[in-house]
């Protein structure tokens, strides 16, 4: 069993930046490959982007490429987000997910752990 907690979210005003974290109590953290995704009211959950268990590899949806970027450290069991130059589209909540499996890694199915979520809302 994993358990995931993300911090970091707030408010933030369109153009700034905000680091969202995800810490893992996870036996073998660096067995799992690390995604993050969003929420909008409304809306479905969606990919924002992931990285392989060494770090080496990692995508983003087009939304958000070149924006924001995915690390970890696995030392520390931890994710992070830094998301800079936000726009209010970019406001939902945000969750983290882990897997072990095999798969695509853009797909909310591919993922078996879930965070609870952090709030992040761009002012504009």
């Known amino acids: 069993q994993v358990q995931l907690v993300e911090s970091g979210g707030g408010l933030v005003q369109a153009g700034g930046s905000l680091r969202l974290s995800c810490a893992a109590s996870?036996?073998?953290?660096?067995?799992?490959?690390m995604g993050w995704f969003r929420q909008a009211p409304g809306k479905e959950r969606e990919f924002v982007g992931y990285i392989t268990r060494s770090g080496g590899v990692t995508n983003y949806a087009v939304s958000v490429k070149g924006r924001f970027t995915i690390s970890r450290e696995n030392a520390k069991n931890t994710v992070f987000l830094q998301m800079n130059s936000l726009k209010p589209e970019d406001t939902a909540v945000y969750y983290c997910?882990?897997?072990?499996?095999?798969?695509?890694?853009?797909?909310?199915?591919?993922?078996?752990?879930w965070g609870q979520g952090t709030q992040v809302t761009v002012s504009s």
């Open positions: 997910a882990a897997t072990n499996r095999g798969a695509y890694y853009v797909r909310v199915d591919d993922y078996d752990y």
């Open positions: 996870a036996r073998s953290f660096s067995n799992y490959v």
